[in-house]
T-cell receptor
Framework: EAGVTQSPTHLIKTRGQQATLRCSPI?????VYWYQQALGLGLQFLLW???????NRGNFPPRFSGRQFPNYSSELNVNALELEDSALYLC????????????FGPGTRLTVL | GENVEQHPSTLSVQEGDSAVIKCTYS??????FPWYKQELGKRPQLIID?????GEKKDQRIAVTLNKTAKHFSLHITETQPEDSAVYFC?????????FGTGTRLLVSP
């Protein structure tokens, strides 16, 4: 069974640009979660999608947004990039709203110069 | 809002010793408590979890205990090995989201 995949592995942008990160969940999983992990810090919850709908979002500004496609893959968009957006962005999936276990992807390392 | 505190932030032990990591949570409605291990440069991996209707769960050298009254839960690793060295995160699931602790860096010296 293939795990959660993310692309790209690394992304370098300059301040003010936009970044798009992608995630493919485990086959059969309908929920996708996005987390930000800044260097040396814990995981901060960003967004949760299930069945194409945004279910919850964390304490991040509106320039962090995303969507989930009919095949349950997901995209995270970060507009007007700031230096402090540099972090590892992790995607996780679970089998649905009633399932607790989340399985993580390898992450996308975003560097904002 | 929901908050999970995790202690200690770093823990150094000798191979064969036991290691204990403790977490407290604020949301009394939390009902699911997973622990993740993250090795350097790798993704977090679920190592054990416990639900609110259970007080203790064990899996080989790893055990987790939960005290719902005190809103505490702990990870116990016995007979530690160098490959246990990693950052460990606790988490608590409240209303529709998982809240993570700040992590504990465990170093097991041979």
């Amino acid at each position: 069974e293939a795990g959660v995949t993310q692309s790209p592995t690394h992304l370098i942008k300059t301040r003010g640009q936009q970044a798009t990160l992608r995630c493919s969940p485990i086959s059969g999983h309908t929920s996708v979660y996005w987390y930000q992990q800044a260097l040396g810090l814990g995981l901060q919850f960003l967004l949760w999608y299930d069945e194409g709908e945004e279910r919850n979002r964390g304490n991040f500004p509106p320039r962090f947004s995303g969507r989930q496609f009919p095949n349950y893959s997901s995209e995270l968009n970060v507009n007007a990039l700031e230096l402090e957006d540099s972090a590892l962005y992790l995607c996780a999936s679970s089998a649905g709203v009633s399932y607790n276990e989340q399985f993580f992807g390898p992450g996308t390392r975003l560097t904002v110069l | 809002g929901e908050n999970v505190e995790q202690h200690p932030s770093t823990l150094s032990v000798q191979e064969g010793d036991s290691a204990v990591i403790k977490c407290t949570y604020s949301d009394s409605a939390s009902n699911y408590f997973p622990w993740y291990k993250q090795e350097l440069g790798k993704r977090p991996q679920l190592i054990i979890d416990i639900r609110s209707n259970v007080g203790e769960k064990k899996d080989q050298r790893i055990a987790v205990t939960l005290n719902k009254t005190a809103k505490h839960f702990s990870l116990h690793i016995t007979e530690t090995q160098p490959e246990d060295s990693a950052v460990y995160f606790c988490a608590a699931r409240g209303f529709q989201k998982l809240v993570f602790g700040t992590g504990t860096r465990l170093l097991v010296s041979p």
